[in-house]
């Protein structure tokens, strides 16, 4: 009997900027497959992950827009028109790059795997990696709609249930881990409604157009790929909306009523991190953190979430302090490289907890009107899918966008390298495609003979290490 695999496909994407002065930027597509090892599947020395296109960035110049703008012409980048075909120009770009692959979707084809048993593999669409607003662009969803279920939708608007709007999004919310979104929903409501005038297709979550992936087989679509983005969602938002939005505003309150002003507070919440005493592996921020003015990288919130608590104990009311620690809680967890059910459990239990803490009726977040009851930020709402996620698609870290970001450098030193005219961007996609090939004549070579004694030639030799295959080239 024939024996049969499948070759879970990885796609990701994230705009960034070639140049320093940010006039320069790429959109570029990468792909990999879930077989590969984690650890090295986005490492750029091992060309395990390829840049297949450059998606298409529609803007015009600076000025062109800033003209525009002050002379009132030209502002059809803001209609809903301009933004149906730009959305369109992107799916038929990466549905074009996934052409040859979704040919073979269905029936599979034939391959040497690693271990040298010839296979029927069928390549499916698993993950797809990116930020927030690229995964509403991919998904063809309308923000701030949840990618994984119907928060902020309606389930079904001739259900009577849901005619009254308000209702909507408290029901959603009770409903959220209930009622997944997925890509059969999404068809079944697109084609249901697409014609119907009486049913807005944006109240329920979607725009008229149909994403790339729609003939992808087996259930496999975009709306299943997507998923948790660590980076932007639970490390960024610690700064972005438990300190700025809840906790300071909520010490500000408190303190407000016993005659403190808001220097004064900052001045002693700052000087609380500056006093930290120094420990091995444990960063001072010796100006604090509200009055430098400074752009924090995550990796800096994450060395404050190691002193946060100490610095929050006497300043912030309890509430506040039990915000934090739930959040921190998440944090860790989600993080986890591993997970078992017991782990997963903490994880879940952590988020209820976490938002139990927010949102309860007698708290103090929603008594000074911090949160709303009904509500929340997507960004935010997204934990509630972490654990689920876990059980579906494996441990978060690996589909945060942080792992894939190691590959811009490679697109940034070919910028660097072109001689920035209007080919650059033809210059940038061939170059990586050149050196990928190099890299894998270099691999055969290797193989083809290896012996320690060619390995430890090749590693004097400077640009061709097998060690320090990044700089390869
Ligand atoms: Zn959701």
Same mark, same amino acid.
């Given at each position: 009997?024939?024996?049969?695999?499948?070759?879970?496909?990885?796609?990701?994407?994230?705009?960034?900027?070639?140049?320093?002065?940010?006039?320069?930027?790429?959109?570029?597509?990468?792909?990999?497959?879930?077989?590969?090892?984690?650890?090295?599947?986005?490492?750029?020395?091992?060309?395990?992950?390829? &840049?297949?296109?450059?998606?298409? #960035? #529609?803007?015009?110049? *600076?000025?062109?827009?800033? #003209?525009?703008?002050? !002379?009132?012409?030209?502002?059809?980048?803001?209609?809903?028109?301009? +933004?149906?075909? $730009? +959305?369109?120009? /992107?799916?038929?770009?990466?549905?074009?790059?996934?052409?040859?692959?979704?040919?073979?979707?269905?029936?599979?084809?034939?391959?040497? @795997?690693?271990?040298?048993? =010839?296979?029927?593999?069928?390549?499916?669409?698993?993950?797809?990696?990116?930020?927030?607003?690229?995964?509403?662009?991919?998904?063809?969803?309308?923000?701030?709609?949840?990618?994984?279920?119907?928060?902020?939708?309606?389930? %079904?608007?001739?259900?009577?249930?849901?005619?009254?709007?308000?209702?909507?999004?408290?029901?959603?919310?009770?409903?959220?881990?209930?009622?997944?979104?997925?890509?059969?929903?999404?068809?079944?409501?697109? /084609?249901?409604?697409?014609?119907?005038?009486?049913?807005?297709?944006?109240?329920?979550?979607?725009?008229?157009?149909?994403?790339?992936?729609?003939?992808?087989?087996?259930?496999?679509?975009?709306? %299943?790929?997507?998923?948790?983005? &660590?980076?932007?969602?639970?490390?960024? @938002?610690?700064?972005?909306?438990?300190?700025?939005?809840?906790?300071?505003?909520?010490?500000?309150?408190?303190?407000?009523?016993?005659?403190?002003?808001?220097?004064?507070?900052?001045?002693?919440?700052?000087?609380?991190?500056?006093?930290?005493?120094?420990?091995?592996?444990?960063?001072?921020?010796?100006?604090? /953190?509200?009055?430098?003015?400074?752009?924090?990288?995550?990796?800096?919130?994450?060395?404050?979430?190691?002193?946060?608590?100490?610095?929050?104990?006497?300043?912030?009311? $309890?509430?506040?302090?039990?915000?934090?620690?739930?959040?921190?809680?998440?944090?860790?967890?989600?993080? *986890?490289?591993?997970?078992?059910?017991?782990?997963?459990?903490?994880?879940?239990?952590?988020?209820?907890?976490?938002? =139990?803490?927010?949102?309860?009726?007698?708290?103090?977040?929603?008594?000074?009107?911090?949160?709303?009851?009904?509500?929340?930020?997507?960004?935010?709402?997204?934990?509630?899918?972490?654990?689920?996620?876990?059980? =579906?698609?494996?441990?978060?870290?690996?589909?945060?966008?942080?792992?894939?970001?190691?590959?811009?450098?490679?697109?940034?030193?070919?910028?660097?390298?072109?001689?920035?005219?209007? %080919?650059?961007?033809?210059?940038?996609?061939? =170059?990586?495609?050149?050196?990928?090939?190099?890299? !894998?004549? #270099?691999?055969?070579?290797?193989?083809?003979?290896?012996?320690?004694?060619?390995? !430890?030639?090749?590693?004097?030799?400077?640009?061709?290490?097998?060690?320090?295959?990044?700089?390869?080239?």
């Amino acid at each position: 009997m024939e024996s049969a695999t499948i070759i879970p496909i990885i796609l990701t994407s994230d705009k960034t900027h070639l140049s320093g002065s940010g006039s320069a930027k790429a959109w570029p597509l990468f792909i990999t497959i879930g077989n590969i090892s984690n650890n090295i599947r986005f490492s750029p020395g091992y060309q395990c992950a390829q &840049l297949i296109a450059l998606i298409p #960035i #529609i803007h015009g110049d *600076y000025l062109t827009k800033h #003209i525009a703008k002050m !002379s009132g012409i030209e502002t059809h980048h803001e209609t809903e028109e301009f +933004r149906h075909w $730009s +959305r369109s120009v /992107v799916h038929a770009v990466i549905r074009d790059v996934m052409a040859p692959i979704e040919r073979v979707m269905r029936n599979g084809v034939r391959m040497t @795997c690693a271990d040298g048993a =010839e296979r029927l593999c069928f390549p499916l669409l698993c993950e797809y990696i990116g930020d927030m607003p690229e995964q509403w662009l991919l998904t063809c969803l309308v923000q701030p709609a949840c990618t994984k279920c119907l928060y902020r939708g309606t389930p %079904d608007a001739n259900d009577p249930r849901f005619t009254r709007r308000n209702a909507v999004n408290k029901i959603n919310q009770d409903l959220a881990n209930n009622h997944p979104r997925t890509d059969t929903h999404a068809l079944e409501h697109r /084609v249901r409604y697409r014609n119907d005038e009486s049913v807005p297709l944006r109240a329920l979550g979607y725009h008229p157009q149909i994403p790339f992936s729609i003939n992808y087989p087996f259930g496999t679509g975009i709306i %299943d790929a997507v998923g948790p983005d &660590l980076l932007h969602q639970i490390s960024k @938002c610690f700064m972005d909306y438990l300190m700025k939005e809840w906790i300071w505003n909520l010490m500000k309150i408190t303190w407000k009523g016993r005659g403190f002003s808001k220097a004064q507070l900052k001045m002693e919440f700052d000087s609380r991190f500056a006093l930290i005493p120094g420990y091995t592996g444990l960063r001072r921020f010796e100006h604090g /953190v509200l009055t430098k003015t400074h752009a924090w990288t995550v990796h800096e919130y994450k060395e404050m979430m190691k002193v946060i608590l100490g610095a929050l104990i006497g300043l912030c009311p $309890s509430e506040g302090i039990h915000l934090v620690m739930e959040y921190l809680d998440v944090h860790r967890l989600a993080h *986890y490289s591993c997970h078992t059910d017991e782990s997963l459990a903490w994880l879940e239990n952590a988020v209820d907890q976490f938002f =139990e803490q927010l949102k309860s009726a007698n708290g103090p977040f929603i008594k000074h009107g911090l949160v709303s009851p009904e509500s929340e930020t997507q960004k935010i709402h997204y934990q509630r899918h972490y654990a689920n996620t876990v059980r =579906e698609k494996g441990a978060l870290p690996s589909s945060s966008t942080d792992r894939t970001e190691p590959l811009h450098k490679l697109l940034k030193n070919a910028w660097r390298r072109s001689n920035k005219g209007k %080919d650059s961007i033809d210059f940038v996609l061939k =170059e990586h495609m050149t050196l990928a090939a190099f890299q !894998s004549h #270099i691999d055969n070579f290797d193989s083809g003979g290896a012996s320690e004694d060619v390995e !430890s030639d090749d590693s004097k030799m400077p640009g061709f290490s097998l060690k320090d295959r990044v700089d390869v080239r």
